[in-house]
């Protein structure tokens, strides 16, 4: 197994750069997600680590090999495509052998790879299908079998699931997960959605317009996100943002929403900000609807309250600022609904700068 | 400078990696130079004294002397005009039959019925032109075609159509009709085909007849695709089946019958004045290109999606 | 929209009527000259000159078929006709196929100046006088490989084409071009197979022009022993109007000069009713329209 390196890669087509130099450097069997809105950049980064798309500039190297000017077919990468990309005229057992006999590999052992394929990921009974004849879900299976089948070093996702509906991604989601877990294959993933990236991911990459703006595990990026554009993007609901002042009292620093002071987490980060306007970050999962000791709270207005079940979403406002609190059901609504202050715990709150958006207490730079 | 080598070293790169695309391009660009854009180069015979000897760029320049003499030379009016009035009256009487077709073929629900009256009517688009001649030549014989057997028989005298001046333009222009209407029904067809089936659904709700179905909805639905077929024709005015007119033209009928091309093959090919000819196309090719890049702008601007 | 007949208006149900009364109408006359022709060639010849064939044979016989038959020009043209379409088919497919998708291509540089470069020529074309030269120059005249080389290609059929396969998701051949496909084996494993309608619409259609062209033939060829099916009928036909002295070696009471040209118009005929059917399929795929926008 091989690691992947992005040294500087820029991807310019013209006057227009869409990838501003990015580095990166995925490890040997892990699975790395690229995640961000669209025309962020991250498709094309995959499609250049595939070969589909020249490297303007940088480099990239899988394993030890420099592989900018080697053709695709030459990369020993295999990817898995937003519509699949499933050769219609040819049944499910030689879309997965497709690869394999162009590389001239014998019959009989062409027939036990696909037949070895088709068995972790359940295709046997379909082997003689066309793809016209498939489900969403098989399709999406014949598409991975076409990429395991060669052994590949590193597989690439484009999107792989966004053309599924909502119940088979969280399935075949839990199934990339599985496969990659056996196979142990260094994987490279993009996807749009941050629950897929969340759950898939053993470290994520969030992109905007071609910039990286944070690398880590998954919870790193959701406890900490390094900005706000990191901060509404993953997580959903997205995390709540309160403009504040940053003062500081004898219980050390405070964020002052309207009336109230509410104890942030203590950094040093903070002392050159005191007096300063901040945006206070809190995830709507981390709120408390109980007086928390040491802190404020603060007052909200309930505007609607969407029953999930075991949860319920309150959208509320603080002051102008649009607030979304996540809370248990499970001692009824009617207290809910009758809202009137919520608590922030300091520890999982996340204090940004209000005019550069960058968190002041992200803990890489203490 | 700089940039100049990098352009040259990413070209090269590209050619490493996509030369096989070039490979397949090379026939057809190779075809298309040698077989048409080589006698473009050849069009210049058009300003030359052309000697067979002294071929093509070695013939003395003659400038606008080939078109002088054409323009000055009343056979070649004569084939102007009878192009633009052959072409005209094609059109008024050949664009609508297709139309109508389409409309009639619209309203049939017998699926059999609809079916083998189709396969029937666009077959004649697939036969040779030495056919339809034949046909033609054959029905009209003076004394035992099926047309002078149906005077006859009705108490008129014998007409020999064929070296009748008058008659040539009818017969041409309805055996283009017969050999042509159905198939080009097939536009209107789809287009036709396109028209979203609830409105008719709720026409029937509301009550419309079929009358006012075909008037209300399917016209007004196609009217874009005429419109456009009709720009197309216009564009292509110059355009008129010489094949045929050649099969069945006669010095007698060279009136009503000679067109353009018919001229340039008889000076051309027949009398082997290449120059004089080659002025004579290279005037109708202007003269279409024109007219066809008309039509593609109006088009356009009428569709917002271009012909090409 | 077909709804039971039963709950048609009166009006309705005439205007359908009407409708049916009207195509048929139009399709006997469309029909009628090839009964009108092949009435023709199974009569006698002397019904035949003396005008009784309207719409059934007259003194059935085959005669005129058995001159035909027995004409050795008729078989040489009618080989010759064989050996153009086999070849000229082929030929055709093996430009316009690899053109087409090597245009379609968007890695391809200049892909715009090339496309141009094709449908320039369907508005503007050098004529017949110079395309003639041209032929006559490369030493084309009077030869099959003329014949079967200077009409092989034609900008309509690559753009048909070249549709088609752009409409294909490049995420196709990119999956190919990861499975290890150079662009040969991409367009041989995955395009043509994918094209196959397209392809077939394209070889009906190079088929058929290439079984009913005559007027090169006719220009280009002046050995008896080369020209088609079609030169060989123009020649008999004109000399069915022109009243040739040839005509008059041919009248005899069985057969006639009109049945023996109905019996070669047949003859022709039969072959292109043969493949029609398979054109016929591809009618309403829309691909014939595909071509009409670029």
Known sequence: MSGVALKSIVKSYGETTVVHGIDLEVKSQEFVVLVGPSGCGKSTTLRMVAGLEEISAGEVTIGDRLINNVAPKDRDVAMVFQNYALYPHLNVADNIAFGLRIRKTPEIETKRLVAEVAKILGLEEYLDRQPKDLSGGQRQRVAMGRAIVRHPKVFLFDEPLSNLDAKLRTQMRAEIKRLHKRLGVTSIYVTHDQVEAMTLADRIVIMRDGYIEQVGTPMEVFNHPINTFVASFMGSPAMNQVNATLVKTEHGYCAQIGDRLVSLPQSQQLEDRVGKEIVVGVRPEYVSIVPLEGTQGVPIEVDLLETLGSEALLHTHVGDAVFVIKAETIDGLEHLHALKEIYFNPSRMTVFDAETGIALNHPTMN | MQSYNEKLAWLGRHLKREWQIYVLLAPTLIWFIVFLYKPMYGLQIAFKDYSVFKGIVGSPWVGFEHFTTLFGNDHFIRAIKNTVIISSLSLVFGFPVPILLALMFNEILNPKFKKTTQTIVYLPHFISTVIIAGIVITAFSPSSGVVNLLLQSLGFDPVYFLVKPEWFRPIFIGSGIWQESGFSSIVFLAAMAGVNPALYESAVVDGASRWQMMWKITIPCILPTIIIMLIIRIGNLLEVGFELIILLYQPATYDTADVISTYIYRQGLQAGQYDLAAAAGLFNAVVAFILVMSANTISKRLSNTSLW | ?294
């Open chain 3, 1 to 294: 929209m077909n709804l039971n007949m039963n709950l048609y208006s009166r009006g309705d149900k005439a205007f359908v009527y009407m409708n049916m009364f009207l195509v048929g109408l139009f399709t006997i006359s469309t029909l009628y000259p090839f009964i009108y022709i092949a009435a023709l060639s199974f009569s006698s010849g002397d019904a035949a000159t003396s005008g009784q064939v309207v719409l059934t044979p007259v003194d059935v016989t085959i005669e005129a078929y058995k001159r035909v038959l027995s004409e050795p020009m008729f078989w040489t043209s009618y080989k010759n006709t064989f050996i153009y379409t086999l070849f000229g088919t082929i030929t055709s497919l093996l430009i316009i196929i690899p053109g087409a998708y090597a245009l379609s291509r968007p890695q391809l540089i200049g892909r715009r100046f090339w496309n141009l470069v094709v449908a320039f020529t369907m508005w503007f074309n050098a004529g017949m006088i110079p395309f003639f030269l041209n032929m006559r120059d490369l030493g084309l005249l009077d030869s099959y490989f003329g014949i079967i080389i200077g009409f092989a290609c034609n900008a309509f059929n690559i753009i048909l084409l070249r549709n088609f396969f752009e409409a294909i998701p490049s995420s196709l051949e990119e999956a190919a071009r990861m499975d290890g496909a150079n662009e040969f084996q991409v367009l041989w494993k995955v395009f043509i197979p994918l094209a196959k309608p397209a392809i077939a619409t394209i070889t009906l259609f190079c088929i058929v022009a290439r079984w009913n062209g005559f007027f090169w033939a006719m220009v280009l060829l002046r050995d008896e022993q080369k020209i088609p099916l079609q030169v060989f009928l123009r020649q008999m036909i004109t000399q069915l109007s022109d009243d040739d002295e040839f005509a008059s070696t041919l009248i005899e009471s069985v057969y006639s000069f009109e049945t023996v040209s109905a019996a070669i118009m047949v003859c022709s005929i039969i072959p292109v009713l043969f493949i029609y059917p398979f054109i016929q399929r591809y009618f309403n795929k829309g691909i014939l329209l595909g071509g009409v926008k670029e």
